[in-house]
């Protein structure tokens, strides 16, 4: 008996070709989607400039304030800038991301022997501390300033600053930078506010010690405290704080919170500085002049003692700094103001523009 087959069901053949036509027509859109995903001229990426056809700038990374590596405070020097705008420089600054970064260029003027320019994270500076005593070791370790040398001046933002430099054994050991003498500013009286912004007990506030600005070039509010444990033990609310500077109608600024109670390391100030904005710094050079006024000015060190003060930073943030202040008097009237330390060469790197 033949077999009928359904007018409904195709054929062997038809269906081989049905299913032929499907697979072309599936492999042609995927072809034809590829074409229209491949780049055209104008959309291919710009080429990138090989190395040796980009302006390239050297720096030394160093760490101030200590005399060993991953300790102190890190700086970034560049000693051939030439040919950098000033915009291309506060890039450069945020980048690296150090607290400060340095160039080095030819002196303005016959009162300094080099111009060094300052770069915070977000503007230029005309004054700090670190940066200038971790330059001049830069400058030394590149041979920049002869050995033996004892007085270098840098043409800085707010004009020409003296350094003297201490050699051993023909390499620079320890540099002191001149700051201005001091100007003290207003007194916060209600200590009360300010240890409840700062998280602390009350009473822990020195007595008879004022929380008081005072200025070497750069102005600080200076907060003493009675232990080293409550300088480690802030937690700033810096909404409150805030509101302390504006009742007391002053200027918001940084806090220098500090004790003068003795410790096995033997530092007069055991040191932190806090910014509203919840940083800290670990050695602060331009507020350590300052410090160092405030503590002869207000009796914590004897005069006799006034030109070998030590103020140690920066050790709450695993980043310990030993800071040196002179200060000369003429019976009560500060007259020089320096603050010295040590800088060790961690590295070098270049960035290419």
């Known amino acids: 008996m033949s077999r009928t087959r359904s007018r409904s069901q195709p054929r062997g053949g038809a269906t081989r070709r049905t299913r032929l036509a499907w697979a072309r027509s599936v492999l042609g859109g995927f072809a034809a989607a590829a074409v229209g995903c491949a780049p055209t001229p104008a959309e291919e990426p710009a080429p990138v400039a090989p190395a040796s056809d980009r302006r390239q700038y050297r720096y030394l990374h160093l760490d101030v304030f200590t005399d060993r590596t991953l300790a102190g405070n890190q700086l970034a020097v560049f000693l051939d800038p030439a040919g950098l705008e000033s915009d291309e420089m506060q890039a450069m600054a945020r980048e690296i991301n150090f607290s400060e970064i340095t160039f080095v260029e030819p002196a303005p003027t016959d009162e300094s022997d080099v111009r060094v320019r300052i770069f915070g994270r977000s503007r230029e500076m005309q004054f700090a501390g670190h940066p200038v005593i971790g330059t001049a070791f830069a400058l030394a370790e590149a041979g920049r300033i002869e050995p033996g040398r004892g007085r270098y001046?840098?043409?800085?933002?707010?004009?020409?600053?003296?350094l003297e430099l201490e050699w051993e054994q023909g390499k620079l050991a320890f540099a002191w930078m001149d700051q201005l003498n001091p100007t003290y500013g207003a007194i916060l009286e209600d200590t009360a506010a300010v240890e409840s912004a700062?998280?602390?007990d009350a009473g822990v506030i020195l007595a008879d010690h004022?929380?008081?600005?005072?200025?070497?070039g750069s102005t600080f509010l200076f907060v003493p405290l009675a232990t080293r444990h409550a300088v480690d033990a802030i937690a700033i609310d810096a909404a409150a704080m805030r509101r302390a500077f504006d009742e007391a109608d002053m200027q918001p600024r940084g806090l220098f919170v500090f004790s003068p109670e003795p410790g096995d390391d033997g530092a007069h100030a055991y040191s932190r500085m806090l910014g509203l904005g919840g940083g800290e710094d670990p050695g602060t050079g331009s507020a350590s002049g300052p410090l160092g006024c405030y503590l002869v000015h207000h009796g914590l060190v004897p005069p006799e003692q006034a030109g070998n003060i030590v103020s140690h930073q920066g050790v709450k943030m695993q980043r310990p700094c030993s800071i040196n202040i002179r200060i000369a008097t003429d019976g009560e009237a500060i007259t020089r103001v320096q603050v010295g330390g040590k800088s060790v060469v961690v590295g070098e790197a270049t960035i290419r523009l």
């Open 198 to 200: 700062l998280g602390l």
């Open 210 to 216: 004022p929380i008081q600005e005072v200025s070497c």
């Open 153 to 162: 001046v840098f043409g800085l933002g707010l004009g020409p600053t003296p």
